[in-house]
């Protein structure tokens, strides 16, 4: 009986994920149910790989158009100038956004001789962001610069248990569990996340201070590796900031919040103290208004926080960043 009821549930499965699941991200509040989405993220899918981790189906939608090597569209035609790499999570891939308000697309918009390959991924790590280029820098044109955006996303999967749902469903196109199993199970996780973390330990917060300062420095090494004209952005989060966001971060379990605060702006102050050169800390860059350009609990950039974003990189890159010009 169970078996006949899951399967009939199973044949109403996409009619019940368009239907429950806008009602379970209302329940987490102004970090999730946002009706401006663009319509082209209702078919937006993305498979689970070993090693490189989310890679986001191709797609062709309104606001959302991302190709086979998974490099999302800006709504620019390539330019005779310098192209590029933009590798990062899913901040720097847009999330919940259009094409033209990525953090790619204000850069096009900014430098008009560029053209940016967006090949950053959902919660993708800075391992991953370095094992995903190479996956795909055979079919691309070899680059004259680079840029990662770091997305501390080690961090976050670390301490932060339900870190994953700030992103879609992982499902296979036209694969999925049972509806009976991801329905129910979603609305428990969603409505009584893990509300502890490992990462009040001090020495698990110093162990992920340097691991993500070697991380850092290890994506800056092989980057060169690739093209001298390769950079390390660190962006503004929601945590470990002066920003007021405290409306952001209303679903995050408290001993969470407070430990990431306390990671990030150990992190901030190495990087100070480091100076590495390479390295373009933009921590502090949303401090004055970080309503405006931070959406969500997962540090996901608005429009205007990915214009300002690039602005600002553009500014602090050397002056020679873009000299290998095709033109």
């Not at 319509?39 to 606001?63: H, M, N, Q, S």
């Not at 150990?266 to 350009?293: E, K, N, Q, T």
């Amino acid at each position: 009986m169970l078996m006949l009821l899951d399967g009939f549930v199973d044949l109403g499965y996409p009619a019940a994920r368009a239907v429950v699941l806008p009602a379970l991200e209302a329940l987490q509040g102004p970090d999730r149910a946002r009706a401006d989405r663009p319509a082209g993220w209702d078919d937006y899918r993305f498979r689970e790989v070993p090693g490189l981790g989310k890679l986001v189906e191709p797609i062709a939608a309104p606001g959302l158009n991302v190709d086979a090597l998974g490099r999302r569209a800006t709504g620019n035609p390539p330019r005779n100038g310098p192209h590029g790499v933009l590798l990062g999570s899913s901040p720097t891939f847009g999330f919940h956004v259009a094409d033209d308000a990525t953090l790619a697309a204000a850069l096009e918009r900014r430098r008009t001789d560029v053209t940016v390959a967006s090949l950053a991924g959902p919660a993708r790590t800075t391992p991953e962001s370095m094992a995903n280029w190479a996956r795909v820098e055979a079919a691309l044109d070899a680059p004259d610069f680079g840029i990662l955006v770091f997305g501390y996303i080690d961090v976050f999967l670390a301490c932060w248990p339900s870190f994953g749902g700030a992103e879609p469903v992982a499902e296979r196109a036209g694969e999925h569990q049972p509806a009976l199993v991801t329905v129910p199970a979603r609305l428990l996780r969603r409505l009584s996340p893990p509300s502890d973390t490992p990462c009040r330990d001090p020495e698990v917060q110093a162990a992920l201070v340097e691991r993500s300062l070697y991380e850092l420095r290890s994506a800056l090494a092989y980057g060169r590796t690739r093209t001298p004209h390769f950079v390390v952005v660190v962006p503004p989060t929601v945590f470990g900031t002066d920003a007021d966001v405290a409306a952001l971060r209303t679903k995050v379990p408290p001993a969470v919040a407070q430990s990431l605060d306390t990671l990030i702006r150990a992190i901030r102050a190495r990087l100070a103290a480091d100076a590495i050169p390479g390295v373009i800390d933009l921590s502090a860059l949303f401090d004055a208004d970080g309503m405006r350009y931070l959406i969500d609990s997962g540090s996901h950039f608005s429009a205007a926080g990915a214009d300002l974003l690039a602005e600002e990189i553009l500014r602090q890159l050397p002056d020679d960043f873009f000299s290998q010009s095709r033109g």
